[in-house]
């Protein structure tokens, strides 16, 4: 039986997708087969971020509707063994995805699968839901930012009310904070919510904290998850994150400011 | 921070600090409704009605809570009734 994890967070634009990609990513590195599914009906995007859109031929709703079958739709990562892709439709059709179909096509990577990492739509409504709704694990990607906060704990309402497990009355759906773009910064200056401060008001336990880092754009740009750019920060932050969502302890890093001089700081540096 | 924000700091909290305050007060209350069961809402409107025949009180001014302890529930009904002014 596969874990069923949903990278999940209410409010748009958070980095759900480049948590999926990062995460499912340093599952596969650390050899667990893996498969990440776009959930983003119409707005496909989890491909160009793992590089591989133009291998896409089949999709999660051709699978559905038994258009294709799964093997024909799974893209299988080049860089990375043990890890694949189930793409988004470009359907402009919202209710494409069925929880019948969604069901089927879980249970049959089940089979095959340790780890199938669901990468959500933005919002609180069907398509994000659809997403969550067979979950055992759900990463919140929560930016240091009221919005985002806010949005992370209706979406924590949600995992708690309208998922499977909530329904059925099973073990509660494991949930873990995913804190990104973090600037230590501005947190220092007062600018910015703290780790502490987002722990403290959503109340769960803290995956990891991800920087803000150029290293994101310039891995979307390369179409490579940022967890393989070993150098940059957000990367081993990432791969913090998936050691600890493996059962390992990791300290908390680049959460702290940037060492500067008295001066610089002084005069606004 | 520059020198002169390092003095205005001083006086004001900080906008994180800030929107802390705010973020607790407005998820605790989205938290106690989304417990609450379904019918407490009607419930709400129908008891307030039936003020409404007798004083003139406006929604906010009426209040309904109901809390889970241990072994039962209490249904707390809360109206401010207006100023008396004679
Ligand atoms: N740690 C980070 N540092 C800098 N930029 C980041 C970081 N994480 C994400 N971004 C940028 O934020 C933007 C949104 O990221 P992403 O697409 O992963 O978010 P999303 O939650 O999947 O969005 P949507 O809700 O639209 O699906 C992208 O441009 C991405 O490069
Ligand atoms: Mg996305």
Redesign the pocket.
Known sequence: MAKIIVVT?G??????????AAIGTGLALKGHKTVIIDF?VG?R?LDL?MGCERRVVYDFVNVINKEATLSQALIKDKRTKDLFLLPASQTRDKDALTTEGVEAVLNELSKDFEYIVC????GIEKGAQMALYFADVAIV?TNPEVSSVRDSDRILGILQSKSRRAEQGLPPIEEHLLV???NPDRVSEGEMLSVADVEEILAIPLLGV????????KA?NQGAP?ILDVQAE?GQAYSDAVDRLLGEERPLRFTDIQKKGFFKRLLGG | MGIFDYFKSKSEPSSASVAKDRLQIIVAHERSRRTQPDYLEQMQQEIIAVIRKYVQVDNEHVQIQLEDTDDCSVLELNVTLPEKND
């Open positions: 967070s409010k748009g634009g958070v980095g759900k997708t480049t948590s999926s983003d707005l995007n971020i990468d959500s739509p933005a990607t990104t773009r973090y991800i920087p803000e880092s150029e290293a994101v754009l979307s940022v957000a």
